[in-house]
């Protein structure tokens, strides 16, 4: 058996035709799908209280989690909680003023978590307590610089927009990174002046396997970086694997299975009065393109195909942040040591024509 946990929400149902994403979403979802019998259950479905929110409309998201051994670090946009899979009793639940639309967060191998503020533009390290141990701004003015320490957050609907939207954290040789959207770019915070420049759409995620950092960008590109000389070597562009006959969707949340083979998650294109952000849906979309379904798809980046495909809105899921694997059922195989070999220029994988 193969099976998966995919972190994200379900869409309420709109009174208004332009609902903003921070009202957008009713619950936090997490649901288990055996990819072999198509079954599905629903784990967790969770809705934030009302001291963790700014009202009775604030939308309610599973962002990007991580899983380790069987605890499952999970956040809303203002809330840490950690699970012990596969009961999923909640062990701990931290909420700090200065959390406003979290995106991801994830234990430090000093036994501390680290969390992207996305809202406040930083990144913030604490304890399971909810101790504060460090802030970094992620950009070049001081945490700190543009927002008040005396202000709940959490009661901020919106900071929109962002200077530069960080939305994943990572460790990489006792360093702490952080990836940002709007940078097109990961940063290191702990070593100043090292970065990953990603030279295609703006980026998500930062997952360390094999060896290798991978990336996805909004637009359907997985990006593999060697970590050692932190040089993009391959761009797979899974638009072309598709055939362009589709619009993916919103490219976040991947999940390596080997070296070849992938999980990717994509979210349904929504209109969105911040126009900006979505500026890359009119480079791709042509003239009878269908419009796919938030799913999950399973591509071989070597034979260049996709394998497999799961559609999440038919069971209640319409945003996808996160993919794992359940422990147990198939574990990729740990973090390889090894030194990769180097490269100048990135190869750009399409498949044949």
């Not at 946990?5 to 979403?25: H, M, T």
């Not at 954290?169 to 290191?188: K, P, S």
């Not at 050692?228 to 562009?237: A, P, R, S, W």
């Not at 299975?257 to 992938?262: C, I, W, Y």
Request: proline share 5%; with cysteine; hydrophobic share 35%.
């Amino acid at each position: 058996m193969s099976s998966l946990y995919v972190l994200g929400a379900r869409q309420r149902k709109l009174l208004l035709k332009k609902e903003e994403e921070w009202n957008l979403y009713e619950a936090a979802l997490i649901l288990e799908l055996d990819t072999e019998s198509r079954a599905v259950r629903t784990c967790v479905e969770y809705t934030s209280p009302p001291e963790a929110r700014a009202h009775e409309h604030s939308s309610c998201v599973f962002k990007s989690g991580t899983l380790v051994g069987n605890m499952l670090y999970a956040c809303t946009s203002t809330e840490v909680m950690v699970f012990r899979v596969p009961s999923f009793e909640r062990t701990h639940y931290i909420s700090l003023p200065c959390f406003n639309d979290l995106h991801h967060v994830a234990p430090t191998s000093d036994g501390a978590l680290v969390a992207a503020v996305t809202g406040l533009d930083m990144v913030v390290k604490f304890d399971l307590q909810g101790r504060v141990l460090a802030e970094w701004g992620v950009l070049t003015e001081p945490a700190w610089s543009r927002f008040s320490k005396t202000t709940d957050y959490r009661k901020v609907e919106s900071t929109k927009p962002h200077k530069s939207h960080p939305n994943f954290v990572f460790e990489l040789d006792g360093n702490l990174w952080v990836t940002r959207f709007r940078q097109r770019d990961a940063l290191c915070l702990t070593d100043s002046g090292r970065r990953i420049e990603i030279n295609a759409e703006r980026p998500h995620d930062g997952v360390l396997y094999g060896g290798k950092i991978y990336f996805t960008t909004v637009d359907g590109n997985l990006i593999i970086v060697d970590p050692q000389t932190l040089v993009v070597e391959k761009i797979i562009d899974l638009k072309h694997i598709d055939g362009q006959k589709s619009l993916l969707g919103w490219c976040r949340g991947l999940l390596p299975q080997d070296d070849s083979k992938v999980w990717v998650g994509f979210t349904r294109i929504r209109k969105t009065q911040l126009q900006e952000n979505i500026l890359w849906v009119k480079n791709v979309f042509r003239e009878g393109m269908t419009e796919k379904p938030s799913h999950i798809a399973l591509y071989d980046i070597e034979s260049l195909q996709c394998l497999d495909e799961f559609n999440l809105e038919a069971h209640g899921m319409n945003i996808v942040f996160s993919i794992f694997s359940v422990p147990g059922s198939q574990q990729p195989p740990s973090i390889s040591a090894q030194t990769p070999g180097r490269r100048t220029e990135p190869e750009l994988f399409l498949p044949q024509t």
